[in-house]
C-alpha cells in the first residue's frame, strides 16, 4: 500500500533479468528402490545400520545425495558407499589428520565437504557422490548409543526421512534384555495415520521385534508425511524386569557391564533449593514458562521434603530465608512467590548460588538429600563476572557435600561454564530450548531428580580393570547406574562386585552379583558389542572430564579418547570421518558437532564448494534431481527452491578461480534459476543502504539506491526502533529488526517464515528453528550452509544469507573499533504487490524507468520534486553497509514521510 507508488518512482538500474530460459521442471529421476533401517540392541547397546539404494534413472550423470538424522548421543562408526561393485569407505581419523587431508583437497581445488548440523535431539548425517547415467549407489551408515534409562524407561529413536516414497521400505529392530523386558511402546509421528497399521510388535520373554514395512501408499499417509514420503520419528521406549536389586552383571568376552538401579529402598527426602535467574534477558516467555514450571514443580514436592526459593538479578531475592517444610500452607504462600517473579536487571550468579548454598548449610539434616538447580540463561553480569572465580566460590562453598545442577536456558547461556561448574560439583548440566514446551524440559529435568533413593554410592570390582566411573553422589528413582570394565585376565571366577551407598543415613551394601556370562545368542553382528559399550561409555566419560581437568592429565585423557575413538572408529568431537569419493580425489570430512552452542568450536561444521565445473552437466540437473527434499514449490509459477542442491554444488563463495572453468558466478545461475523473478544484482545496485558512522549515533541511515538516477535518496530513522523491514504476506514471511540503543545498525534481527519456522541473528550467533529442531551457527566459523524445504542458510565469515521461498536477503556483520552490528540487504524479493517495510524499495520495475525525482532548479536551498511534491533536500554522506566494503557515498537525505509514504509509526513491530 504504503511503498509501491514510494518505490515505484525510485528506479533503480536494475538488470532485467531476461526469461531466457524455461523453469526447471522436476523429473523423477532418482529412484530410491530400497531404504532399511536395522537396529539391534543388546543389553541396552543399540547398533543401527541404515541402508539406502538408490539408481540414477537418468541418462547422464548426476549428484545423488544421501541424507539421514541419527541421535545426537550416538557415535557414527561406519560408513560405506558402494557404486558399481566398488566399495568406498570412510575412515575415523585424528581431526586434525582429517583436516589436513581436507585442506590439502581443498587447496588442490579438490572438493570437500560439511556433513553435519546440530538440532535438539538429532545430528544431520549428510553426503552425496557423482552417479553415472543409470546406475545405482547403496549408502550403508552405521552408528551406536548406549541407551540411558530415564524416568524408569529407555528410548530408542529412529528417524526415517527417505526424501520420496521407496518401494521397498523395512525398519527392524530387535531388543534383546536378558532380565527380560517388562514393557514396550511404539510412540512418534509415524506411527500415526495409516502408517501405525505398518508397525507390528513381536514380543518373547527377553526379545521384542518391531517391523515396520509401509507401503508406498502408506508413506504419503501420516501426520507428517506428504507427496515426499515419509518424515518422521519411530520411538520405541521399554524397560527391563528388575528382580534382582542388586541389578544386573553381564560378562562377555572379557568384558563386564553392570546396571544398577535398586528400586527395594525408600526414598530420601529432600533439600532442595531452585535458584531461578530473573534478569532482563529472560523477558517474555521464558519467565512465563519459569513460572509456570515451578508452580507445577512447586505441586510435586512431597510433604517431607524442604525446599528454598531465590530469585535473582543484581539483587537476590529469597522467599524465605530459610528452608521450610512443603506443607500445604507454605506451599500456597511459595506459589504467590512464585507468580510474581518479573524479569529485570542483570545477572549475578555468584551471590545467587552462595545464597542457595548457604540456605542448604544452614539446615543440615540427617538422612535427607540435598539439591541445587539453578536455571539461568546468560553470562554472568553483575557482581563476581569472573567464571572462574565464580567456580572456585561456588566449589568451596559446596565442598561436595551435594550436587549443583544447573539448567541452561536458551542458547545465550555459556553453557562451557555452567556444564564445568556443574560436574564440579557432582551435578550435571541441561539445556532447556528456548521452545514452547520449555515449562515440561524444566519440569521433565526436575522429576528425574525428584525421587533421591541413594546418596554416596561406590562401586567395586575385585578382579575388574579399566573401569568407568564408579562413584556417584545420588542416585534417583527411574535412573540407572552404568559401570563397565575389564575382567582382569579374563577370569571371571575372580571377578566380584559391591555396591556401598547410604539410604536415609544409613549404610546399606549389595554384594556378589548374580552374572549372566557369556550369552551365547548375541546376533553374530553384535558379538563384541560389550566391548564396544566399554569404549562407547570410556570415550564419553572422557570427554565429559576434559572441562574439569588441565594440564598433563587433560593431555593423557584426550589422548586416551582419541585412542579408543580411532580403534573403534567412532566419530567423536576428537576425529573425523573421511570419505573418499570415486570422483579422482575428492575428499568430504564428518565431524561430530559439540554439543553446547556457545563454544569457540562452531557446532556446525563448514561445508566447502565442489570443484565440479557447476554447470558441467546440461539442464542444471543439480537444482531438481528428488533425493534431496525437492521442497515445496514456490508460488505459482515460479520453480520450487530446492536450495541446497543448487547452492552447494554452484560453488557459492569463492573457490580458486582456476577450479571453476566455465563458472559464471553465482548472479548468473541465480538468475537462470530465478529468471521469473526480478532480481538485484548486488555488487552494482542496491535497495537500501545506510548510515554515518559517528560515534553517538541518534539514527539510522538507509539509502535507496538510484542507479538510474545518478545521486541516490538516502533517509534517517531515528534510534532506537524495531522495525518491520520487510514483510510478504503471501509467503508468510517476515523480518524484523531490532536497532542499536546508541550505536548504528542492528543489534537483532529475526525472520518468520510460514507457521513456525524462525531464524534468530545476534551479532554473536545464528539460530534456526524448523518448527522442531534449533541449528546454531556462529559468526566467523568455518563456512556452512543448512537447507530444508524452502529455506537455505549459507553462513560464509561476515554474511549470512538466508532464502525463504523466493525472498532472498543477506545479513552482514560489521565490526568497527571493536563495535559489532548487523546491517540486512535485500538481494532478492518477489515482484509480489503484498510486500511491506521498510526495505521494499523496488516493487515491480518491468523496465519503465520512469523517473523517480526531479531536481527543482533555482531555489535557494536544495529542493526535490517527488511524486509530485516538493521537499526540502540536503546532500550528505551515507556508508554503504550492504556491501563488505562499506563504502561511502553521497546522497541526497530527505524525509522519511516523503519517500515511504507513511509515517515510522507505520513500520514499527513491539516484538521481533
Ligand atoms: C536389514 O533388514 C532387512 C529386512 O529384514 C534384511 O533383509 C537385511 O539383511 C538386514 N540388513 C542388515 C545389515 O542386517
Ligand atoms: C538423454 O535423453 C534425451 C531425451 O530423452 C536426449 O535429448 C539427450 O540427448 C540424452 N542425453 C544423452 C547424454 O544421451
Ligand atoms: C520409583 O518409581 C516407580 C515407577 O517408575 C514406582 O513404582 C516406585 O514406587 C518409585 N519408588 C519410590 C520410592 O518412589
Known amino acids: 500500500m504504503m511503498d509501491r507508488a514510494a518505490l515505484r518512482l525510485i528506479l533503480l538500474g536494475v538488470f532485467l533479468i531476461s526469461a531466457s530460459s524455461q523453469p526447471v521442471k522436476k523429473k523423477q529421476d532418482v529412484d530410491i528402490y530400497s531404504f532399511y533401517i536395522n537396529s539391534t540392541v543388546t543389553s541396552r547397546y543399540a547398533t543401527t545400520v541404515i541402508t539406502s539404494r538408490v539408481a540414477n534413472t537418468l541418462n547422464e550423470s548426476q549428484e545423488i545425495q544421501f541424507e539421514v538424522k541419527i541421535p545426537k548421543t550416538a557415535f557414527i562408526s561406519k560408513f560405506r558407499m558402494t557404486i558399481e561393485g566398488k566399495t568406498y569407505d570412510g575412515v575415523v581419523k585424528g581431526k586434525q589428520e582429517a583436516q589436513q587431508q581436507y585442506s590439502k583437497a581443498v587447496s588442490r581445488g579438490q572438493s570437500a565437504g560439511l556433513i553435519k548440523s546440530v538440532g535438539r535431539t538429532l545430528e544431520d548425517f ?409 569404549a562407547y561409555l570410556t570415550v564419553k566419560q572422557l570427554l565429559e572430564r576434559q572441562v574439569l581437568l588441565k594440564g598433563q592429565e587433560k593431555e593423557d585423557e584426550e589422548k586416551e579418547a582419541l585412542k579408543l575413538s580411532l580403534k573403534y572408529q567412532f566419530v567423536t568431537p576428537l576425529t573425523s570421518m573421511v570419505v573418499t569419493k570415486p570422483q579422482k580425489d575428492e575428499v568430504e570430512v564428518a565431524d561430530k558437532p559439540k554439543e553446547g552452542g556457545e563454544d569457540p568450536r562452531p557446532p556446525v561444521m563448514g561445508f566447502r564448494p565442489s570443484s565440479r565445473n557447476p554447470i558441467a552437466s546440461p539442464g ?44 559464471h558466478g553465482f548472479d548468473g545461475i541465480v538468475m537462470a534459476r530465478y529468471h521469473q523473478m526480478p532480481m538485484i544484482p548486488w555488487e552494482s545496485d542496491e535497495t537500501v543502504l545506510p548510515t554515518m558512522s559517528v560515534p553517538t549515533v541518534r539514527s539510522n541511515r538507509f539509502l535507496l539506491s538510484a542507479a538510474g538516477q545518478s545521486k541516490p535518496l538516502c533517509f534517517d530513522i531515528p534510534l532506537p526502533h524495531k522495525l518491520k523491514l520487510l514483510q510478504d504476506s503471501a509467503s508468510e514471511f517476515s523480518m524484523n529488526g531490532e536497532s542499536m540503543t546508541r550505536r548504528k545498525g542492528f543489534s537483532q534481527i529475526v525472520f518468520h517464515y510460514k507457521t513456525n519456522r524462525r531464524l534468530t541473528i545476534n551479532t554473536r550467533s545464528i539460530r534456526y528453528h524448523d518448527g522442531q529442531n534449533d541449528v546454531v551457527f556462529l559468526w566467523g566459523q568455518e563456512p556452512t550452509q543448512h537447507s530444508t524445504e524452502g529455506v537455505s542458510l549459507i553462513l560464509r565469515s561476515n554474511e549470512m544469507d538466508v532464502t525463504m521461498g523466493n525472498i532472498r536477503v543477506v545479513i552482514l556483520l560489521h565490526k568497527k573499533n571493536g563495535d559489532a552490528f548487523l546491517w540486512p540487504a535485500v538481494r532478492q524479493q518477489p515482484k509480489d504487490v503484498s510486500l511491506m517495510g521498510i526495505l521494499v524499495t523496488v516493487d515491480n520495475f518491468e523496465g519503465k524507468a520512469e523517473a523517480s525525482y526531479e531536481e527543482i532548479q533555482g531555489s535557494q536551498t536544495p529542493t526535490l520534486k517527488i511524486m509530485d511534491q516538493e521537499v526540502k533536500a540536503s546532500w550528505e554522506d551515507v556508508t554503504d553497509y550492504t556491501l563488505l566494503s562499506t563504502p561511502v557515498i553521497r546522497c541526497w537525505l530527505v524525509p522519511f514521510r516523503t519517500v515511504m509514504q507513511g509515517d515510522i509509526s507505520d513500520f514499527t513491530v513491539t516484538q521481533l
Not at 507390528?200 to 518391531?210: C, E, I
Not at 512443603?326 to 550468579?349: C, H
Not at 543439480?622 to 543448487?646: A, N, V
Open 126 to 534: 549428510k553426503t552425496s557422490v557423482t552417479v553415472a547415467a543409470f546406475s545405482k549407489v547403496t549408502f550403508e551408515l552405521t552408528y551406536e548409543e548406549l541407551l540411558k534409562r530415564r524416568l524408569g524407561k529407555y528410548e530408542l529413536l529412529i528417524n526415517a526421512q527417505p526424501m520420496q516414497p521407496v518401494a521397498d521400505f523395512k525398519m527392524d529392530v530387535h531388543i534383546q534384555e536378558k532380565p527380560g523386558i517388562s514393557f514396550l511402546e511404539v510412540k512418534g509421528d509415524l506411527s500415526t495415520g495409516d502408517l501405525a497399521n505398518a508397525i507390528k510388535t513381536t514380543r518373547a520373554d527377553k526379545d521384542a521385534w518391531v517391523t515396520f514395512y509401509p507401503t508406498r501408499d502408506q508413506q504419503t499417509k501420516c501426520k507428517s508425511c506428504g507427496e515426499n514420503g515419509m518424515n518422521g520419528d519411530l520411538l520405541i521406549t521399554y524397560d527391563v524386569e528388575r528382580q534382582n536389586p542388586k541389578g544386573e552383571v553381564m560378562v562377555s568376552n572379557g568384558y563386564f557391564v553392570h546396571y544398577f538401579a535398586p528400586s527395594d529402598v525408600p526414598r530420601i527426602p529432600k533439600n532442595v533449593v531452585f535458584i531461578i535467574d530473573r534478569s532482563g534477558s529472560m523477558h517474555g516467555r521464558k519467565i512465563d514458562q519459569t513460572r509456570l514450571a515451578l508452580l507445577r514443580i512447586l505441586s510435586d514436592l512431597d510433604e517431607d521434603d524442604h525446599f528454598g526459593l531465590i530469585t535473582f538479578d543484581s539483587d537476590i531475592d529469597t522467599w524465605k530465608r530459610e528452608l521450610l517444610k512443603a506443607t500445604k500452607q507454605n506451599l500456597e504462600n511459595a506459589k504467590s512467590f512464585v507468580k510474581e517473579i518479573r524479569d529485570r536487571g542483570a545477572t549475578d550468579i555468584n551471590s545467587a548460588v552462595l545464597a542457595g548454598v548457604g540456605m542448604i548449610n544452614r539446615h543440615p539434616r540427617e538422612g535427607t538429600a540435598s539439591i541445587l538447580i539453578l536455571l539461568t540463561d546468560g553470562d554472568p553480569t553483575s557482581g563476581e563476572t569472573n567464571i572462574e572465580r565464580i567456580m572456585a566460590n561456588v566449589k568451596e562453598a559446596i565442598g561436595l557435600k551435594f550436587p549443583l545442577y544447573c539448567l541452561g536456558f536458551g542458547h545465550d547461556v555459556n553453557f562451557d561454564f555452567l556444564t564445568k561448574m556443574s560436574l564440579e560439583n557432582g551435578g550435571v548440566a541441561r539445556r532447556i530450548y528456548e521452545d514452547s514446551d520449555a515449562d515440561l524440559q524444566l519440569q521433565g529435568f526436575y522429576e528425574e531428580v525428584a525421587v533421591p533413593l541413594l546418596t554416596d554410592i561406590h562401586l567395586k570390582y575385585t578382579g575388574g580393570t579399566n573401569l568407568t566411573k564408579t562413584s556417584f553422589t545420588l542416585y534417583f528413582n527411574g535412573s540407572e547406574i552404568v559401570v563397565s570394565g575389564q575382567i582382569t585376565d579374563n577370569s571371571v571366577e575372580s571377578f566380584t562386585t559391591e555396591v556401598i551407598a547410604v539410604s536415609k543415613g544409613s549404610s546399606v551394601t549389595y554384594q556378589d552379583t548374580v552374572m549372566i556370562k557369556d550369552p551365547s545368542d548375541v546376533p553374530p553382528e553384535n558379538e563384541d558389542f560389550m566391548q564396544r559399550l566399554w
Open 620 to 663: 542444471f540437473s543439480q537444482y531438481h534431481f528428488s533425493p534431496g527434499q525437492p521442497g515445496p514449490p514456490g508460488p505459482p509459477g515460479q520453480p520450487g527452491l530446492s536450495g541446497e542442491h543448487g547452492w552447494r554444488s554452484l560453488g557459492s563463495w569463492p573457490a580458486p578461480p582456476a577450479a571453476h572453468p566455465g563458472f
